[in-house]
């Protein structure tokens, strides 16, 4: 098979993007934002951005719902602008779990990252081939034509110096051979930016070489000026000292080498000797470059153990060459009393302190200076501090000071930086996303590094990433966390440190090794929590009762007993974040808080010192009770709306909340299990869901209304994992329950339940006889909406026996019947499909697995009305009237549009692009089944996100492109074995058989058949037709024996429920026909 397509996007300078040789044309990007689009993904990490990061960026000015569709339709005009103007393909730029990804499987250049690694490898050292290609690469600022992009001016910014710094090294390095060229690059260089004193300094020099030092002199007093205007500052004392040694006529210092422009000759003050390499920080010691230019007191703040103090004296490190008078460390670490903190600066500055009034001495003192002061670890002398810092800064004008502290010194003119965690693996990172991006993440290099240093030749590979991942993510990218548990390697694997995170307190402590308290996780967390107020420890012990992250509202809830109350919640949770100790995480729609595990598992212990755990999980597990309540899509009357993505963010304090119930209170688990399923089961947790619904379900037998319902949503989990052998059992259950306790409309939904339960496992004379009850009953009741979903499921009856004509008349008097029903009904309509179709394929008609056939949601009059024209649909199908298929369905599009309901319009849209494609209009099948994944995606519907990527797959193998196809439904394959959905797995081989057919690959089709059937094994109809499909193949392929054994199979199956479709092809097969009865109902 062909290669995938390698693709080459240019940013520098103009926009263009090249796939496999061939460049896209400028006209196909008719919108500004899909060149954006593509730009931001090639930029970011892993060519990947989180959705909300892409809508805040792109649309910031617009709401999150109309933001969220114009990136919908740039997604669209850049996937047919990649496609040269022929079908979307949304494989190569999709959204997948709240990413928007850029996913091509072949190499990709982005001429912005080739240019930051040349010069990257350049700058090592001063070769110039090396600096000369580097310099090359450069072919102007970023996407010119974006420049109002507020998105990209940092990262042009950063361009520009870049290729600025490497023009100057270029220049240095040609000083001797080639001074005039090295002057033209200096000239450029000092046209962008006249106080680059590394390029005036070399340019002074090799004038001075060319004998041209009134020239030198000049370029000097020139930046003397450019100096004063822009920070109101001298020269630094490198740049004087050369000045001078220029003006007394000493013989000219040497031309200076490449390392000589940012290195002063002579190094003053006094910064701690590093003991470790300093990995992981680079963008972090850019901000602080820069903002040190921009403010005179700049304070790091962050949580103990992130990493402040060696980010302050690293960053001093590299800008102590600005100060004359060089960059002084300052740990007031012991420092106890705010009167001794002038002391302690002049101390360790070298200075008298031997005096009363300490801070004037200190101030007059420095008044002649040019330095930078690291004052590290002002947390607990906040007032003390401020006060110092704002006489220094205001009496002595060459002084700067770089703070580190828990929160902000709160003091005139300071700017503050938060130091974040180190950057963490991407939650969906696995084994065959390759070690080489995952070794260039900072968690992890910091953890090898670390690692190496006490296990000699320890080294990412694939057997230990995944428990290196699992660290990283665990301990939140927490330097000193992640630098302790390297520590452990010594005598643990990263996957068995990992299994003991769940006491890290004690596992990451420091052994017999005397260390200070700032160098165990105990010991700073210690120091952290005796700092805080009392409402501020009692909040921050409560917190912890969270699992994640939570809100505003959660925290106000669950935390707010005295001596706090629900309204103080607020101002002491804004101080624990300006502590560093929570951490806030915006989004679009809300701002959501969390704890780091290693603060949550402090301040726990805390909560159960002080005797408050066990009423914070009671009351944790009962806000979140509420909350599934109320995001039940069944809670009321009118549109039924699923939103399962509006739960994610809680999945982990949902999960909290059972295990706490399933412990302690047996009614709120079943409760909680019961209103939390359809979530489980749209975002393809179905595994998990059953699990817990199980076990709430042995805690309270008693026969109540959360137990009938939690029945209920086991079957439809179950079906996920292809299981049908308890429906009957559990369906019986639940209609016992209800008809016991329940009023006479709860019966009668009980009672369709079960009869669509009876349905999904193919005993349609079963089915159609409770069917015809509820419906008779309910013209007798004067209940039209419970005879519609009579009806309804003897509409879907007669589409499984592929009865079309029948099947129509069964769903128009459903339409009738919901015509004079009430629309003020609860849900009442179990949403279904026929599930599995016949598509034609080569010449034949092969079985493919469309839709999901138990959609697991109930529906009221209005919304039931568009679904039943949608399953007219395919009744129409059925009898070959593919144009009033086609029209019925685009007006349940319509209507679900009307209504919000994006499910059921997604569904519609993805049932609107399989007609299309069987009717051999790609690119209208392509267009629409964009449209359906990316609502999907939207809403979280992660199952139709899969199913839709199939229909993708096979609608490119179709339109010729088979290995594009073969990928993307393989990618499915993916993600239904990650969720354990056997259904899924047994469509996705399903639809991969039928790929092979295209290929003419008989013998591989029919394996591929075998392989899903086993899967539909629980699933009746299913099975049937792989087994009708396999003994065609055989058929074609002369094995006899195997065609009659594979016939006699799907006999057993069809003949007794007498389908007219497969029965037909059961007589073609039985009479010998050849190619069988697929090619001949395909002609």
Known sequence: MPARPSWRIQLLGSFAVTVEGVAIEAGAWRLRKAKALVAMLALAPGQRCHREHVLDELWPDLEPAAAARNLHQTLYVARRAVAGGGPAEPGRLSIREEQVVLDVAGPVEVDVLRFEVSVQEASAGDDVAMLRAAADLYAGDLLPDLSDADWLTTRREQLRTASREISVRLATALARTAPEEALLLLTRALDADPVHEGAVRVTMGVLAGLGRRSEALARYERLVDDLLDAFGTDPDAQTVALFRELLTGAPAAERPRAADVSTPSEVVGHLPAPLTSFVGREREIADVERLTRQARLLTLTGAGGSGKTRLAVESARRVRSRYADGAWFVDLTAVAEPVMVADAVAKALGLDSDVADRGRALVDQLRSRRLLIVLDNCEHLLAACAGLVGAILAGCSGVDVLATSREPLHAQGEFT?????????????DRAAGLEQLAHLPSVLLFVDRAAQVRPGFALDADNAPGVVELCRRLDGMPLALELAAAKTAALEPAEIVHRLSDVLSLLCGGGVPITRHQTLRGTLEWSHNLLAGPEQVLLRRLSVFAGSFTLEAAEAVCGDPPLGRTGVFEVLVRLVDQSLVVPARTAATTRYRLLETVRQFAHEKLVLAGEAERSAAVHGAYFLAFAMAHNPERAAGVVREEPK???????NLRAALGWACKHDAETALRLAANLWRFWFLRGHAVEGARWLERALAMAPEPTRPRAAALIGLTGLDSRQGRSDRHRALGAEAVAIVRRIGEPDEVVMARIAEATLVWSTFDLDEAERMATEVRAEGIARGRPEHAAAGSWLL????????????AIRHLDSCLIELAHADTATRPFLPVITPCLLLVPIAGRLVPYMEETMLLGRRVGVVQATGYAEAALGYAHRLTGNQQTALSLVAEAVDQFA????????????HQIGCLHRDMGAFREAGLALSMARDVRSAIGDRRGELLTDISLGLLQAMAGDICDGLGSVRRSLSGFEAAGDVVGIGATLTALGAIELLSGETRAARELYRRAAERFAPWPRFA???????????????????AARETAAAASVFDPVRCVIAGRHLATLRDGGAGGGARAAAR
């Open 417 to 429: 930086l938060r130091v974040p965690s180190l950057t963490l693996p991407s939650p969906d990172w």
């Open 646 to 652: 509006l739960l994610d963010g809680e999945h982990d």
């Open 795 to 806: 509409g879907h009856c007669a589409l499984f026996r592929e009865d079309g004509p029948l």
């Open 898 to 909: 009307d209504l919000g309901d994006d499910l059921a319009r997604a569904q519609a849209l």
């Open 1024 to 1042: 049937g037709w792989l087994r009708l499909a396999m003994a065609e193949l055989s058929t074609e392929l002369d094995d006899h024996r195997r």
